[in-house]
């Protein structure tokens, strides 16, 4: 660290800002402080202390990190998880800005003779920090272009937002981790939870139906933006391909619609009445026989389907998975996408023995076999580090 001092370089700055900090009361911002300072400590605990210097701005916080790049963004995205996963409980509620950047900075010292840092670098990312919505990571062109290219996986987490402009008219590109209303969308989640926990009947019923909807809606938006990253980073060759496919079916769509439309009416014809008596066998004496398919399993001696052997083993009600993913993941259970944890914070499945799996782009894929019995509660924590 002395070696550096007075001397210009070029780092990472992570760039975070508490939202609204100074319309709350003096005890609502200590509280918000508190838990804002324990964060940032989990999220750089990892970082030795000769490799970073950290300012306090009041409302919130700027770490230059003289060392590795990926430090800053280990950093941001420990502090997003903390956000999603327990920021959103709080009371008041905390919402942190975050921004990230690489550029120049000069090393000086305070009024106090402690390390302190100016220059464009932590400018930048302020101002990146200010186009973020409450709970992303923006990060500028700059330090995208330099960590995307240390790895595949780091690449793959970012997408690309466009060109922005700030008070100096000034233009900045950025790349963001996460999608605006992630934050939004897991406060309402956990918003909904409690509402069910607290009612009951009809009530109960229509928080549970919100809850769902609102995760439905999440998980749509993000394979839309998704799709839209993805089209944006393909080829010239590749971007053809998807408009004409489109097309064909767009045509496909419309003129199947047409002959719908134009389809002739088939000409009325005299119904015939059978003379016959008509037998109704009643329900009791139905008798249903399931179709054994391959695979087959013995339940206490006798053969039956996997979808009678659901219907014997649920009869006590559906079990509960309750889910706790970091920083965010994609839930699989029995191969089938379920939905993305946060927002998602339950799962009802059937008794039996299932497979699940827990996705991020980013990190190797988290297995987990469950055997849930009826009406059991089951938890399920798992972090990606």
């Known amino acids: 660290m002395e070696q550096r001092n007075n001397k210009t370089i070029i780092c990472s700055v992570f760039f975070l800002d508490i939202v609204e900090y100074s319309k709350k009361s003096v005890a609502g911002q200590i509280s918000l402080k508190e838990r804002f300072n324990a964060f940032l400590s989990i999220a750089i605990r990892d970082v030795p202390v000769n490799d970073r210097i950290i300012l ?9 990190f003289l060392g590795d790049i990926e430090d800053a963004l280990q950093a941001a995205l420990s502090m997003r998880s903390s956000l999603l996963g327990e920021g959103v409980r709080m009371e008041p509620t905390l919402l942190v800005r975050m921004g990230v950047n ?14 302190n840092i100016v220059g464009d670098g932590i400018n930048v990312a302020q101002r990146v920090m200010g186009f973020a919505d409450p709970g992303q990571i923006l990060v500028s062109r700059s330090y995208y272009d330099a960590v995307s290219r240390l790895s595949q996986e780091y690449a793959g987490m970012f997408h690309y ?21 992630d934050f939004t969308s897991t406060q309402r989640s956990v918003a909904l939870k409690e509402e069910i926990e607290h009612s009951s009947g009809w009530h109960k019923a229509i928080a549970t139906t919100k809850i769902y909807w609102e995760e439905f809606i999440h998980n749509v938006a993000v394979w839309e933006r998704r799709g839209i990253d993805a089209f944006r980073k393909a080829s010239v060759t590749q971007k053809a391909t998807v408009v004409g496919i489109s097309a064909v079916l767009m045509f496909s769509m419309v003129l199947g619609i047409y002959k719908l ?3 002739p009416v088939a000409p009325n014809v005299k119904q015939v009445v059978s003379t016959q008596p008509t037998v109704v066998t009643p329900a009791s004496a139905v008798v249903a026989t399931p179709v054994v398919p391959e695979g087959e399993k013995k339940v206490q001696g006798v053969k039956q389907s996997s979808r009678v052997r659901t219907l014997v083993e649920t009869t006590g009600g559906p079990a509960v998975v309750s889910l706790a993913v970091l920083p965010w993941g994609e839930i699989y259970l029995d191969g089938k996408l379920q939905g993305v944890s946060p927002p998602l914070l339950e799962l009802q499945v059937v008794a039996g023995t299932h497979k699940m799996e827990i996705r991020n782009s980013s990190f190797p894929v988290y297995k987990e076999v469950i055997k849930a019995k009826p009406g059991e509660k089951i938890k399920i924590k798992h972090s990606f580090k």
């Open 261 to 263: 439309a134009h389809r």
């Open 56 to 64: 306090d701005t009041g409302d919130g916080a700027a770490i230059s």
């Open 102 to 115: 690489l550029g120049p900075v000069r090393l000086v010292k305070d009024i106090n003779g402690q390390p």
């Open 161 to 181: 937002q466009g060109s922005r402009t700030d008070k100096h008219v000034r233009e900045h590109e950025v790349y963001a981790i996460g999608y605006p209303g």
